[in-house]
């Protein structure tokens, strides 16, 4: 069922447990995410990257079937576009019935992040829609030579800045992980994270919680973190499953997606366990 994404977040921070937000990627790994929070009776955030919206039938047809799913399951779901930078496709995913939208403009100077932020969240919450923002670079890592790591975090009066100025509702701080699977253990800086903590009233969303090991997961959430992100453990688990099957010579359909949907789930669950989110829903 749909519930806020004030609500749920709020519950998160106040019973010191993080909601994970999985990104998905097509039916499957969707499914496997709502099983997922259902089996560990779990509120879970459903989210799709933006430029992976739009690739469906310019976006309607998984957003409605994910609104439906949430409409039909007794656990508590939003959902939510993660990583928009393009404004036409927040208006769109505002009109298609998204619950929450992230605008991405930490490659800006901060005074452009401000002023576009600012302009999506005044449109969003002219519909009643929650917003994450981002400010500091999240490192990128592609396992090749495109890799960007970051050492610099996100300033806490650069980010009060931005909150006060564009008035979103939660904030996607840089401190020290980045998007795709490390190769070494990242450095966390959770003095920054306790500092942004306690200058903001706003939850804080970790950005590239794939592979970050347990331990430096349950401080982030001790600190204050509300919602953590993971993707690329869902797709590289939905893919290799895949091709296992492939490799195994199975032609069915239905056979290869439900090995993955089944795959993709238990590790969705074993996040939901470790964020401390299960039996909260
Ligand atoms: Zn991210």
Redesign the pocket.
């Known amino acids: 069922m749909y519930v806020s994404p004030k609500e749920i977040l709020q519950d998160a921070i106040d019973r010191h447990y993080a909601v994970a937000a999985f990104n998905f990627y097509n039916l499957d790994t969707l499914l496997a995410i709502i099983e997922a929070a259902e089996e560990e009776r779990s509120p879970v955030i459903a989210q799709i990257y933006a430029d992976h919206f739009t690739f469906y039938n310019g976006g309607g047809s998984i957003a409605k079937a994910a609104l439906r799913l949430i409409e039909e399951t007794p656990v508590p779901v939003y959902l939510h576009l ?2 928009a930078s393009n404004y036409e496709t927040i208006l769109y995913a505002i009109e298609l019935g998204f619950h929450s939208v ?1 605008y ?1 403009g930490s490659e800006l100077p901060l005074d452009e992040n401000i002023s576009i932020s600012k302009t999506v969240v005044e449109a969003a919450h002219k519909h009643g829609i929650f917003t994450e923002v ?1 400010l500091g670079r ?1 490192g990128r890592l592609s396992g090749g030579q495109e890799d960007a790591v970051y050492d610099d975090c996100t300033g806490v009066e650069e980010a009060c800045q931005l909150i006060s100025n564009c008035k979103a509702d939660s904030l ?1 701080p840089a401190i020290g992980t980045a ?1 795709g699977l490390y190769r070494t253990v990242p450095k966390l800086n959770f003095r920054r994270l306790e500092e942004l903590q306690k200058a903001l009233e706003v939850p804080l969303v970790l ?2 919680g794939s592979g970050i090991p347990d331990e430096l997961i349950r401080k982030s959430i001790d600190l204050g973190i509300a919602k953590i ?1 993971v ?1 690329t453990e869902l797709k590289y688990q939905w893919s290799s499953t895949m091709k296992a099957g492939l490799e195994q010579g199975l032609k069915e359909p239905i056979k290869l997606e439900n090995n993955a949907k089944q795959a993709v789930k238990e590790i969705a669950k074993r996040k939901i366990s470790l964020f401390g989110s299960a039996g909260k829903a």
């Open positions: 993660d990583h992230m991405d981002e999240i996607a998007h950005h590239g992100n993707g």
